[in-house]
């Protein structure tokens, strides 16, 4: 049946959602009351952002993402696909002042399907690798994986990497 749709018609086709200052949102999505969002940032389609969020500037925040009410991102956060960062330790509480946003500092990245506990904080461009749960707070330019996670390298070797792959991937092409 999608072959006989014209492409206007599909309602697999998202569209975007201009929210000012230079920041999208791919609908649908769901933006809470009272979030702050920065400038040129992105939001993902089906991605759920609770209430009194505060989103810096400059973030990427992927598809089917999910941020509880009240958590923190500082500018420049990537959120991977499908991540989760949780409000509530003991749910569900229902009571706001049990709650234990997370926070997230400038330039960290959170791997896709990643899970942040209540009251986790991830440092100054820390990473999350993909897939992993974190139960306690990671300090700046540090990053963890696993479940629960745990310790692997410093940012700058992760950079490091990183470069190595962009290097080794030109020479192939």
Known sequence: MRDSMSKNASPFHGQSV???NGSIAWSPCHIGSETRIGG???IGSLAHIGRNVSIGDGCRIQGSAYIADGCHLGDKVFIGPNATLLNDK???SGNPQQWQPVHIAEAAVIGGGATVNAGCSIGRRSVLGAGSTLTRS??????????PAVFLMKRHTYDEKQRQLDIDTSREN
């Open 18 to 20: 201009d929210l000012g």
């Open 40 to 42: 040129n940032c992105s």
């Open 90 to 92: 003991y749910p569900p």
């Open 138 to 147: 990671i300090p700046d330019e540090e990053v963890w994986v696993g479940n």
